[in-house]
Nanobody, 114 residues
Framework: QVQLVESGGGLVQPGGSLRLSCAAS????????MGWYRQAPGKERELVAT???????NYANSVKGRFTISRDYAKNTVYLQMNSLKAEDTAVYYC????????WGQGTQVTVSS
């Protein structure tokens, strides 16, 4: 079993920054990728960023240049540094890990508003 616990969400003004964390526990295989997804009200869940073994990263076009995903393999933790936040970044952000089964965290709310 795998557990994913997100933290770091909150209310921030446009142009501000937040850093999300996802602590993974259980049977984590370090070579498997992890990622961040988000779901805004009334919209489908979408990919934000992923990070694979060796540090290869992939970003949604909408966040390229503003968000950075990173991973601490010793702590089994993945981070999402979000800069220059916009109102359209408002969503519940979910951490994801998959190894035969797809695991999701409970989500953390990010609200960008003045």
């Amino acid at each position: 079993q795998v557990q994913l616990v997100e933290s770091g969400g909150g209310l921030v003004q446009p142009g501000g920054s937040l850093r999300l964390s996802c602590a993974a526990s259980g049977s984590i295989v370090s070579s498997k990728p992890m990622g961040w997804y988000r779901q805004a009200p009334g919209k489908e869940r979408e990919l934000v960023a992923t990070i694979a073994w060796g540090g290869n990263t992939n970003y949604a076009n909408s966040v390229k240049g503003r968000f950075t995903i990173s991973r601490d393999y010793a702590k089994n933790t993945v981070y999402l540094q979000m800069n220059s936040l916009k109102a359209e970044d408002t969503a519940v952000y979910y951490c994801q890990y998959s190894h035969y089964v797809v695991y999701w965290g409970q989500g953390t709310q990010v609200t960008v508003s003045s």
